[in-house]
């Protein structure tokens, strides 16, 4: 076994190979830029080295750099996890040159499927399947229109040292091709260094399908079976299941055989994914061979209960593979989801933020979360936006899939946007549901999967209003154990206050509602709290919700008109963040009972509930002080004795000794002094 492994690589990814590493007892060195210095992964590795500035060019992917931090810290072996470096051949062969491992295929293997050109001719000759298209090296726009001609439009212009998306154009019609094939060639050039084009036939909704295959160095080679990865945007994966579903047994056996011959017409060693486009017909085609393991491989690991990385280790270390063919079972179905800062309302536009509160699911043998995100970190703009990595895995798909609609309503973010809320829509689509998957599928549905804002609802400002009044519960207590009158009416929250009423008013913004709300032409709505002891009478617009519920930090445990809940809020940048049930509504406050509430104000006393005066300890016309008391109510067979908020002068006593009162009636009227502007 390795003694030590440097990971080329950062977040999620690098604490991915930590964990392995450290459950094999292999030491492990962390590289990082200037922008990661406090990121999960430099923190997890035994040892950690600054390789650079923020941007990737400059750090990540600075081959030589990495390398003399691998012989400084006496690294064995070099892991480049998946993207980076990964597919990278001249950084493999420095590996080797400096009698480091490098983890992953051999060199031939990554220079043979580094091009998809390449590629494509190999795979021709071993017999793969293909896409129509043109894969030659005549790049002329002349050829290349005449080559889309022949196949007929739509056609798929793709880069052939590209992914991700990257270099990728759909053209409907000979008019647009010189524009799209221009577009394409500047932004591979910018990309990948490489501006060559293919042009494919484009199939109109196909499903995207691989095969995770691995091999060793001594001739086996195995699948570790299918998965689906169709649902897509902008060409990159949103959600990947394993198995791939709806495919017949024929035609997955038919498509594992032909993942493994493509590794062996290249001579593969390791982990490598064989990805096809299956067009529902029954028929399959050769898309890519991805020379690294993928983003996706742990729902491979949750229908196996393999550990691919270490299998990448000891291949690494001229081990055969631990099973053969036969030996290797596939066990129910797992989703996998990638949590991202981004907009999906926006083309899914990446968003950038430090992450204020992060809760995530409980991890079990049903749920797994990988993550280089902590509570705190931030989310750079020079990286994958990635947050985590929620992957579920039940007997089937049917219940993988609710796992995953849980998994997600506890799964909760604030402080960047995130694509949590259309990961909950398309977890609930009734086309994903029932196998309607293609690579078109966000796009047919997209008026389910991306409805646009909407107002925050009626219950959820209740709820805020809920979380505001118990958090000025909790406040009035911690006042009451300090001061010399526990009793004093200025350290409750149920309505009293001075010169007010006996019930509290709040403001929100939500900042969703149109100008044409009820509630408010500029967007805000309006909660009115009452006290009833225990609970809340909440009034919002023309609803009222009798309320109650227990304030843990930012776990609120609720009874809202008899339906029971948990939710969490989370306050930030002047906003209530409410989460829960898969969703997170944003609300500015406003509290109007405190807006005027200062030292100008006049000190009218009102009852914080019925009871009766049992003694008036001053006079009308009397000096008096702050703190000093007032007189004594008992209700409730408890004495509370009122103190005086400010210092003034007595103007008025309402009632005599004896009275009874109502909740909120005004008791004394004090003048206070003027404060100079």
Not at 536 to 560: H, P, Q, R, T, Y
Request: net charge negative; hydrophobic share 40%; with cysteine.
């Amino acid at each position: 076994m390795f003694a030590k492994i440097l990971i080329a690589n950062r977040g999620e990814i690098a604490c991915r190979i930590i964990k392995t590493a450290q459950r094999l007892g292999i030491k492990t060195v962390a590289v990082y830029s200037t922008a990661d210095h406090k990121a999960k992964h430099v923190s997890m590795a035994d040892e950690a080295w600054c390789i650079g500035e923020a941007p990737a060019s400059d750090s990540y992917l600075r081959k030589d750099a990495i390398i003399e931090v691998a012989l400084k810290s006496n690294a064995d072996a070099i892991h480049p996890g998946y993207g980076f470096l990964s597919e990278n051949a001249e950084f493999a062969q420095l590996c080797d040159d400096n009698n480091l491992v490098f983890i992953g295929p051999p060199i031939s293997a990554i220079k043979a499927m580094g091009s998809k050109r390449n590629a494509k001719d190999i795979m021709t000759k071993a017999g793969v399947p293909l896409v129509p298209g043109y894969h030659g090296s005549d790049q002329s726009l002349q050829n290349l229109l005449a080559s889309a001609t022949e196949m007929g439009f739509p056609v798929l212009l793709k880069a052939s040292a590209g992914g991700g998306g990257k270099g990728m154009r759909i053209v409907h019609a000979v008019a647009d091709f010189s524009q799209s094939l221009d577009s394409c060639k500047r932004e591979a050039e910018a990309s990948f260094a490489d501006d060559e084009i293919l042009v494919e036939k484009y199939l109109d909704q196909p499903r995207h399908v691989e095969i995770q295959v691995f091999a060793d160095n001594h001739g086996n080679i195995v699948h570790l079976f299918d998965r689906d990865c169709s649902v897509q945007r902008r060409h990159q994966k949103i959600i990947e299941e394993a198995p791939a579903p709806g495919i017949s047994e024929k035609i997955r056996k038919s498509m594992a055989e032909v993942a493994i011959k493509a590794a062996r017409a290249i001579g593969y060693a390791g982990a490598g994914t064989v990805e096809f486009l299956y067009d529902g017909d029954s028929k399959f085609y050769f898309m890519e061979m991805n020379t690294r393991l993928q983003v996706e491989h742990p729902v491979t690991e949750m229908i196996t209960g393999l550990d691919l990385v270490e299998w990448q280790i000891r291949v690494a270390l001229d081990q055969a593979l631990p099973l053969k063919q036969n030996q290797i079972e596939s066990k129910g179905h797992a989703f996998e989801v990638r949590v991202y800062a981004e907009d999906p309302d926006q083309d899914f536009l990446p968003a950038s933020g430090s992450v204020v509160h992060l809760s995530t699911p409980a991890e079990s043998t049903h749920v797994r979360i990988d993550t280089g995100i902590r509570e705190g970190d931030d989310i750079s703009i020079y990286y994958d936006p990635m947050i985590a990595k929620l992957v579920t895995w039940d007997r089937n798909r049917n219940s993988a899939l609710e796992r995953l609609r849980q998994a997600l309503d506890s799964f909760r973010v604030v402080g960047v946007q995130t694509n949590l809320d259309f990961l909950s829509a398309l977890s609930a689509n009734d086309s994903f549901k029932n196998l309607e998957i293609s690579t078109a599928l966000i796009e047919n549905q997209k008026q389910d999967l991306l409805p646009g804002k909407s107002e925050v609802s009626d219950e959820l400002v209740a709820i805020a209003a809920l979380y505001l009044m118990l958090k000025r519960v909790e406040q009035a207590k911690a006042h009451a154990a300090l001061s010399t009158d526990p009793f004093s009416p200025w350290h409750l929250a149920s309505g009293w206050r001075s010169n007010q009423q006996s019930y509290h008013k709040l403001k929100f913004n939500d900042f969703n509602r149109t100008s044409s709300a009820e509630s408010d032409s500029e967007g805000m709505v309006e909660a009115v709290i009452h006290f009833e002891e225990p609970d809340f009478l909440i009034e919002v617009n023309e609803n009222s919700f009798k309320v109650s519920g227990k304030l843990d930090g930012v776990n609120l445990s609720l009874s809202l008109s008899g339906l029971a809940m948990d939710i969490q809020v989370i306050e930030h940048d002047e906003k209530l963040h409410i989460l829960g049930h898969g969703k997170t509504a944003v609300l500015g406050f406003q509290d109007s009972d405190h807006q005027h509430e200062n030292s100008e104000s006049t000190g009218n006393l009102s009852a914080p509930m019925p009871g009766t005066i049992i003694e008036i300890k001053v006079e009308k016309g009397q000096q008096i002080h702050k703190n000093q008391d007032l007189l004594i109510l008992e209700a409730m067979k408890m004495e509370h004795t009122i103190s005086a908020p400010v210092d003034g002068i007595v103007t008025e006593i309402f009632f005599k000794q004896g009275d009874m009162v109502e909740e909120g009636a005004e008791l004394i009227a004090i003048e206070t002094p003027e404060v100079d502007a």
